[in-house]
């Protein structure tokens, strides 16, 4: 019984590990309600790291042709994306309608975007490690140009 005990603790420990390693990079939140009279609700928790492993999923051929599209604006996207990191939270941009309002801020470690529309309600949060990750990943997808001679 005490093997039982040994055995069960150790697989309960291990479970709680992997989960703590998965939520390590923090968490993808897709939030929407719908504002019609089907009311639909969808809530979307994913560990960030899910991110990397779904871009070694990708096909190969899609990655590399939007590497070879994003290259040219890495720099730009590196240094961005360090600022982000670095910055203290604030609004990136906010556009209100008379049916509509989007905000972009940065919230601590992420992106959260934020939209209220006569239909819906919308919430995404991502960590800013995640979509860096990403990018680099994405930048790798294909062989650098070559250099002419």
């Known amino acids: 019984m005490i093997l039982l005990g040994k055995i069960a603790l150790g697989v309960a420990a291990t479970a ?3 989960v703590g390693l998965l939520c390590s990079e923090g968490m993808i939140v897709v939030n929407v309600v719908e504002k019609q009279p089907e009311h639909h ?4 928790p994913a ?3 899910l991110l990397p492993i779904a871009m070694h999923l990708a096909p190969k051929g899609e990655l590399a042709q939007a590497s070879q599209e994003i290259r040219p604006y890495l720099p730009a ?3 961005a994306m360090d600022q982000l990191r670095d910055c203290e939270d604030m609004t990136l941009a906010e556009v209100r309608g ?3 309002h989007v905000l972009v801020a ?3 470690g992420s992106i959260v975007v934020d939209a209220d529309t ?3 309600t919308v919430h995404v949060s991502t960590p800013i ?3 860096s990750s990403a990018i680099e990943q994405l930048a790798a997808a294909a062989p650098p140009p070559e250099s002419a001679p």
């Open 16 to 18: 709680v590990a992997g």
């Open 129 to 131: 490690r995640a979509v």
């Open 106 to 108: 940065k919230r601590g």
């Open 41 to 44: 609700h969808i809530y979307v």
């Open 118 to 120: 006569e239909d819906a």
């Open 98 to 100: 008379r049916e509509e």
């Open 77 to 79: 996207i590196r240094a």
């Open 47 to 49: 560990p960030a790291m």
